[in-house]
């Protein structure tokens, strides 16, 4: 069965494995290179070090060494690990399909790429780089078809196609024209062995080449935002916005601004969450 096959191996017997670990570490050589030059056109790290700087002047108190591990662990397990942040559970789903199975993708075919070139005999790494690349295209596709907003919301069709989507859809042609690769790879079908080798090469090149200009390098950035957003809510500085009103406050009960909330129920229901938007 082809999901339990090392698509590489079967590869090097046409290019030479070295050839295929030096296109690997191009690759790898372009999402650094990429990232960095998006750090320095935009200045976000700088940005990043500022803001942070600005909200400590503004911290209400000084958190502890066990505190900001404590935050760094909530970080890490709730917005990074499961995407808490999302409160749709069809997106958050999508994106951990994605995320994990991108994750799967890529550390599988390094280790398929550098330690078993020219081996058929793999163990389950085979298994676990068909695994991902189909939790990717499940995952991504759930995503363009039926969640992105302005398609699901906006009611443009969804093969209208911007900038913006050249992550999704590079990522998703890596993944699925690998799999097609490596299905008719394994059935000796040519030419289609060839096409999808072709379609897989370019797509995977724009995906990893194309980091200066898709939200590739978002990934690196989304988690220390993150970790920064829970120290300002721990330490007070919130980031330098106004504290959330509290209505169990008499303070902010009696503002003018509250007037027409003071004597409502504090839980108010859904509001607009009541019914998602369609075609507005």
Sequence with gaps: MFIIDNPFSLLSETLSAALIQTYVILMLLLVVGGTVID????????????NAEKAKKNAKRQLSSSER??????????????????????RRMSHLLGMYGFVLFVLSTAILVFFYPTSADAGLWPLLWHLGALMVVVGGAWFWFFIRVDVSAEGQPWNRIVRADMFILSLLGTTAFGLLWSLFQSMEAQPWTTVFLILFILASTVL????????????????AAAYQKRIAKADGSLDMLPEPA??????????????????????????????????Y
């Design 208 to 223: 990893f080449g194309g980091v200066l200009w898709s939200k590739f390098a978002h990934m690196f950035f989304k988690p």
């Design 69 to 90: 591990r404590s935050v760094l662990v909530k970080t890490v397990t709730e917005d990074v690990l499961t995407s808490a942040e999302f409160c749709n559970p069809k």
């Design 246 to 279: 509290d209505r169990t406050n008499p303070a902010d009960r009696d503002r003018h601004s509250m007037e027409l909330l003071r004597n409502e129920p504090m839980n108010m229901g859904l509001g607009i969450k009541r019914e998602q938007p369609q075609h």
């Design 39 to 50: 750090v320095l056109h935009k200045k976000s790290a700088t940005y990043f070090f500022e």
